[in-house]
């Protein structure tokens, strides 16, 4: 295979993953029925197309995993196919870490699963801490676990805040929407723990 061909694949592929978490995650989906077939299908063509060694192909793993957590509720075969993925990528590897800051996203917003979304954010939250440079992913994560314990416990949700927006700032600027967003977030957080004292 020609390097312009396999670049091509590879990016064919990373753009295939990505629709098909998109189909899996997504309830409305216009192809979400189709989800087992779609993940199944596209785990195969990047097999086929890239070999099982390729970071594609471990997270199409990735995507079949989220489907049987999400849609069949198997979370041992939805486990399973983490292993699988973990296999390919290495334990701590940053496609892993955005399945689980997805499927996290999925679990809060569905209600009923908030400590799984919890779980996975932290695991996603811990790979990201061993690279070398914050990423703007690592801020999203800490903002969204904030989101869990803002209730319950406003002090622990106001220092995710202030470790999201440390990363903002330098990685965004400080004039960011962003920024200004999780300013907002950290001044209630603080306001809540102080009426709570």
């Known amino acids: 295979m020609k390097k312009k061909d396999g670049a091509w694949l590879e990016r064919a592929a990373t753009a295939e993953n990505q629709w098909v978490r998109a189909v899996i995650l997504k309830k409305d989906h216009i192809a979400h029925g189709d989800a087992r077939n779609i ?4 785990s195969e063509m990047a097999k086929n197309a890239l070999g099982t060694s390729h970071t594609q192909y471990g997270v199409a793993l990735l995507n079949l995993g989220l489907y049987f957590e999400v849609i069949e509720n198997k979370r041992e075969e939805a486990s399973h ?3 699988l993925a973990r296999q390919r990528l290495g334990n701590d590897h940053p496609e ?4 689980m800051y997805w499927l996290g996203v999925y679990q809060f917003s569905e209600g009923n699963a908030k400590d799984r979304a919890v779980e996975v954010w932290g695991e996603a939250l811990n790979i990201l801490r061993q690279l070398p440079e914050k990423s703007e992913r690592m801020a999203d994560l800490l903002i969204c676990i904030s989101c869990f314990y803002i209730d319950d416990q406003p002090k ?3 220092q995710q805040l ?3 927006l440390e990363i ?3 990685k965004l600027g400080p004039r ?3 920024v200004r967003d999780t300013e907002i977030r950290l001044a209630a957080a603080l306001r809540t723990a102080g009426a709570m004292k």
């Open 162 to 164: 202030q470790e999201a």
């Open 156 to 158: 622990k949700a106001a």
């Open 81 to 83: 196919q983490y292993l």
């Open 176 to 178: 960011h929407a962003a």
């Open 96 to 99: 892993y870490a955005e399945a």
């Open 168 to 170: 903002q700032r330098k």
């Open 39 to 42: 993940a199944l299908n596209a």
